[in-house]
């Protein structure tokens, strides 16, 4: 049975890892509505399992997404745009976890918002914006080296859809837990189909053969007459 290669194993653990956590702490949090709620408000200040929430479910995700930053920078040695992708992609895993240390205040709507309430809302919505643009330019930088992720038209229009949903997360009053969650799966997806194109990449670096040692050259003939 193949291994499924960490460049695409880390990514979907984190997306696996926020899902499930939001899921089940959503079962522990009365009449919670997956649609209309932040996540965030599964860990906001005055929450019966906020604290665990956020460094059990948001802050562990983000732990698998470093992993692969760290992991797939490698790959980008001397391509400067995917590198510098790879960056923003950092920044964007750090800002969640900030967010997640500075949680919200309860329901993630106050009047007068706390110091920590407009922390997590600038960390979070700042992540959002630093994920899409590291993205597009990890994937930017692979069209050029010819290992595309996706075209650049592709990512385009995905960061289209990426600023739409964020706009939605923040301005929706009824579907703002549903906005971000298609934006998180946006995200996710995006950075597993990133991972496919590097682990494949490296398939074919392992499976080709080295033609210095396997070709043993041109036949000599002899010019000797018998």
Not at 74 to 82: C, P, Q
Not at 129 to 142: K, N, P, Q, V, Y
Not at 152 to 159: E, I, K, Q, S
Not at 161 to 176: E, P
């Amino acid at each position: 049975m193949a291994k499924l290669n960490p460049l695409i194993l880390l990514p979907l653990l984190s997306f696996l890892w926020l899902a499930s956590g939001v899921v089940l702490a959503g079962r522990y949090y009365p009449g919670y509505d997956h649609l209309g709620q932040f996540m965030s408000e599964l860990g906001a200040s005055g929450t019966t399992h906020g604290a665990w929430v956020n460094l059990l479910v948001f802050a562990g995700a983000e732990v698998w997404v470093l992993l692969f930053v760290a992991l797939a920078g490698r790959n980008f040695i001397g391509n400067g745009v995917a590198l510098a992708g790879l960056l923003l992609l950092a920044v964007y895993a750090f800002l969640l976890l900030i967010a997640a240390f500075f949680p919200c205040d309860f329901e993630c709507r106050p009047v007068e918002p706390t110091r920590s309430h407009l922390i997590h809302v600038s960390a979070g919505m700042s992540a959002y914006a630093a994920g899409l643009c590291g993205l597009f330019l990890i994937s930017t930088g692979l069209r050029r080296d010819g290992r595309g992720a996706v075209s650049d038209r592709t990512a385009g229009l995905l960061v289209l859809a990426g600023a739409g949903l964020l706009a939605g997360t923040v301005l929706s009053q009824g579907y703002a837990g549903l906005f971000q969650r298609v934006l998180e799966g946006l995200l996710y997806l995006w950075m597993i189909r990133i991972g496919v194109a590097l682990s494949r990449q490296a398939a074919q670096v392992d499976v080709t053969p080295d033609k210095r040692s396997a070709d043993p050259g041109p036949t000599r003939r002899s010019t000797r007459q018998i």
